[in-house]
């Protein structure tokens, strides 16, 4: 479904992505792991048209998307829920969910649809009329996550959703994720929470500083010793797997 190939994006002259490759399969859940600046945002914004591509390319569909402009990756069904949310806190949580159908015209459909997320989370509902500044992390990164799939995606990038949430709403999370992934959307997960996200993803993938240095199998990775004591110890610094 998606085929990123040697892909570089560079900020100035510095590169951020150098030689990336990725693919995802129709209906999978991959994971993108690394240290902090290992380039994972930069990935996800490179493939939704938010970065250009320097060399290297993206196909959709076996389409060639690399030098085409973001609105129209987002009609052939690419969305990202970038890093923080972005939901917009003066607008009311149902207007939140209204901006993420704006390309549809099939309102009686978006109606249905937004009635559903009311109906899996209570808290949207009591709070629709409220500005989405009301909502907590949690209520926000469902907002965000709802928002995105009433574009209609095919395939959902989540830019470190769990970041901040608390536990109860860091499994929700997980659990909407299955389930999106059960109904047959493809998911591109970069994770801090690198036990859940390797637990969830069918194949995971590590940058590091711009390249991709393991990719595979979630399981065999999550036993991968430098894996684990770059990202399942104690938290310290990762260590340099590439040197
Ligand atoms: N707008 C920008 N201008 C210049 N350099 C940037 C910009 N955005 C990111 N970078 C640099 O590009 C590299 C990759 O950044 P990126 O945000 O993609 O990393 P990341 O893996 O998402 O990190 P984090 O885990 O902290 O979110 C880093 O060295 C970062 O400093
Ligand atoms: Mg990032």
New binding site residues.
């Given amino acids: 479904m998606l085929e990123v190939s040697a892909l570089q994006v560079n900020?100035?002259r510095?590169a951020?992505?150098s030689g990336v490759d990725l693919t995802i399969n129709d209906g999978e859940i991959v994971t993108v792991l690394?240290?902090?600046?290992?380039?994972?945002?930069?990935?996800?914004?490179a493939i939704l048209g938010a970065?250009p591509a320097r060399a290297g390319g993206i196909a959709f569909d076996g389409v060639d998307i690399t030098r085409m402009p973001a609105h129209a990756r987002i009609a052939r069904g690419i969305v990202l829920v970038p890093?923080g949310r972005r939901i917009l806190i003066s607008l009311s949580v149902e207007e939140n969910l209204l901006l993420g159908a704006h390309m549809r015209t099939d309102t009686r459909a978006v109606r249905a649809e937004i009635d559903a997320i009311y109906q899996r989370f209570s808290n949207l509902a009591e709070r629709r009329h409220m500005l989405a500044s009301c909502l907590s992390g949690g209520e926000q990164q469902m907002l965000a996550i709802g928002r995105a799939m009433l574009a209609k995606p095919r395939l959902m990038m989540l830019?470190?959703p769990s970041l901040g949430l608390s536990p109860l709403f860091v499994s929700k999370l997980f659990d909407l994720i299955r389930e999106l992934n059960r109904g047959g959307l493809s998911v591109l997960l970069?994770e801090?929470n690198t036990g859940k996200a390797l637990a969830v993803a069918h194949r995971a993938t590590v940058?590091e500083?711009?390249k991709v240095v393991m990719a595979g199998d979630p399981k065999a990775l999550a036993a991968d010793p430098r894996l684990q004591q770059a990202y399942l110890g104690d938290g310290a610094p990762a260590p340099v797997l590439s040197a």
């Fill in positions: 900020y100035g510095v951020a992505l690394g240290a902090n600046g290992a380039g994972k945002s930069t990935l996800l914004r970065e890093e830019d470190e970069v801090q940058l500083l711009g």
